[in-house]
């Protein structure tokens, strides 16, 4: 059973740095794609970055530069390091787990439950 845990979100300034954590259990790491995505109040959940083992790292033009996705084999968990952050970073942030990237939520069929990030001053 594929089961994705996310961590780490809270309230920051702009300028300031976050990481955040999904903890993964019952697949393995190597085989499938993880994708980080986020949704703001009235807005659609959208892409933020996606890592897997045969494509280029993806990550949205807007968070390009500030974000960096890695993966923990030894603890089966995937970061999410934010940093230069804007108020517009505002947002539940999910992780997601299926077969390969993309930046279609539709795509992929596994989610976490999401954490709050809160940019402001």
């Known amino acids: 059973q594929v089961q994705l845990v996310e961590s780490g979100g809270g309230l920051v300034q702009p300028g300031g740095s976050l990481r955040l954590s999904c903890a993964t259990s019952?697949?393995?790491?190597?085989?499938?794609?993880i994708g980080w995505f986020r949704q703001a109040p009235g807005k659609e959940r959208e892409a933020v970055s996606c890592?897997?083992?045969?494509?280029?790292?993806y990550y949205a033009d807007s968070v390009k530069g500030r974000f960096t996705i890695s993966r923990d084999y030894a603890n089966n968990t995937l970061y999410l390091q934010m940093n230069s952050l804007k108020p517009e970073d505002t947002a539940v942030y999910y992780c997601?787990?299926?077969?390969?990237?993309?930046?279609?939520?539709?795509?992929?069929?596994?989610w976490g439950q999401g954490t709050q990030v809160t940019v402001s001053s």
């Open positions: 997601a787990a299926d077969l390969v990237c993309s930046t279609y939520p539709t795509d992929f069929s596994s």
């Open positions: 019952g697949f393995i790491l190597d085989d499938y794609a």
């Open positions: 890592i897997n083992m045969v494509e280029p790292t």
